[in-house]
């Protein structure tokens, strides 16, 4: 992990760099049924999730991405995580996830433009993607209200649990 890590604040929120013993949240939340329901990856133990912790800190060396741990501003508890991957030069794909106490409470909203912005601002990224699942009407809620724009689905494109899965593609454009 670096030091130069860009922390990101709003009034509520702190985004900061994951530290080794975020791994038991990680490992909380990517394991809990309701967060992993419409996300592609989970994990069955502690000793796994060191698999995403090792990933959080592959895309840093790499520079393919940044993830961040988002945190209560005051308390500093955390809440989920949120960034991008699989950067290029003028594109990224973001992801988020939080807690499911934590949901209907505005945090992503909050989030999500630190994270655009610095991928557009810092990063001077032209276009920002994500991939839900078509299913997931709470995610593609959140990504209308953050101005993400529906581009097209892909009908039948993935296999989850033996199933074939349908996935919408939002893109949102630096302006």
């Known amino acids: 992990m670096t030091n ?12 900061r760099q994951f530290k080794d013993n975020d791994i038991e949240n990680v490992f909380k939340g990517l394991s809990h049924p309701d967060v992993i329901k419409y996300y592609a990856i989970s994990f069955n133990s502690l000793e796994a999730t060191q698999e995403q912790m ?12 940044i993830w961040w741990a ?18 290029n030069e003028h594109k990224a794909e973001i992801g988020f996830w939080l807690f499911p106490e934590h949901w209907g409470k505005g945090y992503m909203t909050e989030a999500m433009p630190l994270i655009c912005a610095y991928a557009f601002d810092v ?4 276009k920002i993607e994500g991939f839900v699942e078509t299913e997931n009407n709470n995610c593609k809620k959140a990504l209308a209200k953050l101005q993400f724009n529906l581009q097209e689905t892909q009908v039948d494109c993935e296999v989850k ?5 349908s ?6 454009m630096k302006s």
């Open 167 to 172: 996935i919408d593609v939002y893109t949102k």
């Open 54 to 65: 090792d990933w959080f800190a592959n895309l840093e060396a790499t520079q393919t991405g």
């Open 161 to 165: 649990n033996g199933k074939l899965i």
């Open 123 to 126: 990063l001077d990224l032209n």
């Open 70 to 87: 988002i945190c209560s501003k005051e308390e500093g508890t955390f809440l989920g995580a949120g960034g991008f991957n699989d950067r």
């Open 4 to 15: 130069n890590f860009p922390t990101l604040e709003s009034d509520r929120l702190l985004l």
